[in-house]
């Protein structure tokens, strides 16, 4: 197909992405991402059987949008809260889902099985409001130690209350397992095989669910992984921290198995005021042990500290704080550096 004939296809032009942001935020429309094709596919999952019939359950679903002139690798974007977080900045302004998509990224976001939009689940779920997550959130995004005494020069609208509302609601129910990210890991990788080359961009648990998917897919098609910051790690066995698994493992495996996490760059991001929570503090430690072994091995992983690379008052979720298109830069410059932005041509055809 002719680059006139992807423009006629078109049909989506996306203009700000802004809708509940601030008056400032909505000023700053820029030009309209132009989209080749956009779409959602479920992936995964199961059927299981009763005297009245059939379910199919505890599938992922993949929302996607390719621009025009697509560039060949995309990015995967897992979440461990919303997918809103990739959606827009924390007042109102474009996210990474907008971001790249100008960058000419394929973009794909994921719930994964039992999450958002995958919550058909096989099994039996309970849920109970639990009063104080909300205060819970704020400490454990690090937006500061105690609600509402926020880090000076934090990356968050402090004094915008809608900015706050809307952060307390960017969350879905989570299953933070073992056997749950199996489960999650099981579709994921599916997705991946189904989407072709694609670069994993997570946040929190995504990336501990990240590297176990890695260990599942069929293909070649992970790429890279790019973790914001990451409580849960895979190591070899007998080596690395010796835990009893938490909610975030550690999971053990082969040093076979180990070694298929070699096979790709990997970096890890972490925002500001670590040191000022101690259980990301011991997710750094545990991070820096990962990368160790990896390494030792063959591998190619790093980590990145935003404050080392003269970024201030980044949070637990870096990419939707005020300064994320220069936290998108970072992440431009990996791809580039790895050789992972080339173009596929005017279609930006994507492999389903």
Not at 20 to 28: E, H, V
Not at 84 to 100: A, H, L, P
Request: aromatic share 12%; glycine share 10%; proline share 6%.
């Amino acid at each position: 197909m002719n680059g006139s004939r992807a423009q006629l296809l078109a049909t989506l032009v996306v203009a700000g992405l802004v809708q509940g942001g601030t008056a400032a935020a909505q000023s700053q429309q820029q030009a309209p991402i132009v989209l080749a094709r956009e779409g959602a596919f479920e992936a995964g999952g199961k059927v299981i059987s009763g005297d009245k019939g059939t379910l199919s359950c505890d599938h992922g679903y993949v929302e996607y949008q390719i621009p025009v002139d697509a560039r060949a690798v995309a990015l995967f974007l897992w979440h461990s809260s919303s997918t809103m977080v990739w959606q827009k900045r924390w007042d109102g302004g474009e996210g990474f889902q907008s971001i790249f998509l100008r960058r000419g990224f394929p973009v794909y976001m994921w719930d994964g099985p039992r999450v958002g939009r995958g919550n058909w689940s096989c099994e039996t779920i309970t849920y109970t409001p639990e009063p104080g997550r909300d205060q819970q959130n704020f400490v454990a995004w690090r937006l500061g130690t105690k609600y509402p005494d926020w880090f000076p020069g934090v990356q968050f609208p402090t004094n915008d209350a809608k900015a706050w509302e809307q952060a307390t609601r960017a969350r879905y129910d989570e299953f933070d397992t073992v056997k749950n990210a199996q489960l999650e890991t099981d579709a994921a990788a599916q997705a991946i095989d189904q989407i072709g080359p694609s670069v994993l961009v997570t946040n929190s648990a995504g990336g501990w669910r990240a590297l176990l998917t890695a260990l599942k897919t069929k293909s070649d098609n992970i790429k890279a992984i790019v973790a914001y910051e990451n409580p849960g790690f895979v190591f070899p066995e007998g080596l690395g921290p010796q835990l009893d698994p938490g909610p975030y493992g550690p999971v053990y495996v082969p040093i076979s198995e180990f070694k298929k996490l070699t096979r790709f760059p990997i970096q890890f991001v972490w925002g500001d005021n670590i040191d000022k929570s101690p259980f990301w503090t011991k997710s750094l430690e545990y991070c820096k042990q990962f990368v160790e072994l990896i390494n030792a091995n063959g591998g190619h992983a790093e980590i990145l500290e935003l404050p080392s690379a003269g970024l201030k008052g980044n949070t637990h979720i870096a990419f939707a704080d005020l300064n994320n298109v220069a936290v998108a830069d970072l992440l431009s410059a990996f791809l580039e550096r790895n050789k992972l932005d080339g173009r596929t041509g005017a279609e930006g055809e994507a492999k389903r």
